[in-house]
């Protein structure tokens, strides 16, 4: 995946509305930019703001000179909230980076099993690390070329809908949704 997909995304929101969106790349600020809902905003604008909440839901880091922030950002794709859960005392690192070896593009094994709970430890060594990306890049989850689809949003919003109404009849319910 190369670095023009935040751009794609980025141009096309700006033709819909001037400021929803944010040009900046670094990894401090989201490329998300907050915009309101006005009491008499138009049912497309709510459908914007609506959509914007569910690309955010989806978007991740993958990770390449792991910029990302650990506890902060979508970056682990083998876990249901893209992002570890639970912050372990043991946990030092801030961003991905301090995961690795030092001096490499290489996890180093110790401090992710030290940082982390078992399930999330596991998810992240399951990562292959970006060695040809200058940067960590945004790419939607739910696809494994990391562009975003309406049919995958679809089913991840069908899925949350099903994952509602078993919880208001008290249902179990576990997700078929395999991630990309």
Avoid: C
């Amino acid at each position: 995946m190369d670095a023009s997909f935040p751009k794609l995304v980025l141009t096309v929101t700006r033709k819909v509305k001037r400021g929803a969106f944010s040009g900046e790349r670094d990894s401090s600020s989201s490329a998300v930019q907050p915009a309101t809902k006005k009491k008499r905003s138009s049912e497309t604008w709510k459908s914007i703001l609506h959509g914007r909440v569910v690309l955010k839901r989806g978007l991740i880091k993958r990770v390449g000179a792991g910029e990302t922030n650990i506890w902060r950002e979508n970056w682990i794709l083998g876990l249901r909230s893209l992002r570890p859960l639970v912050r372990l005392p043991t946990a030092d690192a801030e961003v991905v980076s301090g995961l690795f070896v030092p001096g490499t593009r290489v996890w180093d094994e110790e401090i992710v099993h030290k940082s982390f709970m078992s399930l999330e430890a596991t998810e992240i060594l399951k990562i292959k690390l970006g060695v040809n990306l200058e940067s960590d890049v945004m790419a939607w989850a739910f696809e494994k070329n990391g562009f975003y689809s309406v049919r995958t949003t679809y089913r991840l919003l069908k899925d949350e809908q099903m994952g509602q109404a078993m919880a208001a009849t008290g249902e179990a319910w576990a997700s078929g949704n395999d991630r990309a």
